[in-house]
């Protein structure tokens, strides 16, 4: 059986199975034969952050995730501390300098709070590597093995956008809690009463916004590099306002457990999103991530209880007969969606949910996208006037716009 008909270790670990990731990501059916650079799935979102003790509380109470390992001085790591965090089928794993002169505190200096390492679990880093390096990428890391009591786990990196990089995992001889030099580790955060199990079950897709001029080379390097096909692309007034607009193209493995849009900005009258983003950040990143969830109505309502901000929506939105008229039936009342802000949208294959939260951090970059899949395997077409428009809005209340 292929690899990519089957659940990986972390969707197995989440009690999660295969019709449920078809709703929850738009799984596809794929046979990854002939794929000459395999992707299983994600395996971990790495961060670097300025405070990850602070940051690994934040994300438990927050977003509901749980700890199940960590590194630092206590084991022998002087450079930093790691929290690994779960929910469901993804790992975030969050990195704090300790050593001033760490990788990790010149990678925070320079972009802020960010995603360092978009890791992917692949069934051979050697092939994968080999192929990438044949096609022109950048090696960070050449394949190692890393070995303790639990097995061992064979890792190597390649460049991406930016700063941003994709370590390649092969755990399959592995059974410790992340990887060899962490322990595993519980915390003793206690959840709200009636808090759901879990905000989000797994990662839907990871945005990268790039340079103008440089979508099509990224496009380029996922299909060249890694075998990814082009899924969908966004451009002229797809995503445009009176002001501002950007271009966008997505590109996905063979079975769409992975995929990656990219943005980059294009010319208007006043600084797009994307621009906001570059000149905050320094330079090309990961500019959100969106979580996927079948209960969206309980993951806001959640999140919100615990402080976090999503962009609104005006009500504007839900009353236009037009989006009426577009959207039809939805599992849940337009009236229960405008309450909370969430954006609904349909295309030939069924429909989503969506809703946007504020920037992470102090600087205007990072953010989060909740999802919830009914069929629809596209990105909310036709909300990205309605979100462009939010975003614009907190673009001129920062300054920036």
Not at 189 to 204: C, E, I
Not at 355 to 360: A, D, R, S, Y
Request: net charge negative; aromatic share 10%; proline share 5%.
């Amino acid at each position: 059986m292929s690899i990519q008909d089957t659940l990986t270790d972390q969707e197995r670990l989440a009690e999660l199975d295969l019709p449920q990731l078809r709703k929850l990501v738009g799984l596809v059916e794929y046979d990854d034969n002939a794929d000459p650079f395999p992707v299983t799935g994600w395996d971990a979102i790495v961060w670097a952050v300025g405070n990850a003790s602070q940051a690994a509380h934040y994300y438990q109470s927050a977003y509901g995730m749980e700890l199940e390992a960590y590194s630092g001085p206590e084991t022998g790591n002087r450079d930093h501390h790691s929290y690994v965090l779960r929910s469901g089928a993804i790992r975030f794993v969050f990195n704090g300098a300790v050593d001033p002169a760490s990788p990790v505190a010149d990678h925070q200096r320079a972009h802020g709070d960010g995603v360092t390492d978009i890791a992917l679990e692949v069934p051979d880093v050697d092939r994968c590597v080999a192929h990438a390096r044949a096609q022109g990428a950048r090696v960070l890391e050449e394949p190692h093995d890393v070995t303790d009591e639990h097995g061992t786990v064979r890792v190597a990196a390649i460049a991406a956008y930016g700063d941003t990089r994709h370590s390649l995992v092969d755990r399959s001889g592995y059974h410790g809690p992340y990887l060899p030099g962490y322990v595993a580790r519980t915390s003793t955060h206690v959840r709200r009463p009636g808090a759901p199990k879990r905000v989000f079950q797994a990662l839907d897709h990871v945005v990268g916004n790039v340079e103008l001029g440089r979508m099509d080379e990224w496009v380029d390097f996922y299909n060249r590099i890694m075998g990814f096909t082009n899924m969908a692309e966004f451009i002229g007034d797809d995503i445009a306002t009176e002001y501002s607009a950007l271009m966008s193209k997505v590109v996905a493995n063979g079975n769409h457990r992975v995929k990656f849009p990219l943005n980059e900005p294009a010319p208007g009258k006043k600084k797009s999103q994307i621009d906001e983003y570059l000149e905050f950040y320094g330079g090309a990143g990961a500019q959100h991530l969106a979580l996927a969830t079948n209960d969206i109505i309980a993951s806001v309502d959640a999140m919100r209880a615990e402080g976090v901000e999503f962009l609104d929506t005006p009500d504007s939105y839900y009353e236009d007969p037009a989006l009426r008229a577009r959207i039809g039936e939805v599992r849940v009342p337009i009236e229960e969606l405008q309450k909370r802000g969430i954006l609904v949208d349909r295309d030939e294959d069924g429909y989503l949910l969506q809703i946007f939260t504020k920037p992470l951090g102090d600087r205007p970059t990072l953010f989060f996208e909740m999802i919830e899949r009914h069929g629809s395997l596209g990105f909310g077409k036709g909300n990205f006037q309605a979100l462009f428009e939010a975003i614009e809005r907190e673009q001129e209340r920062r300054g920036n716009f």
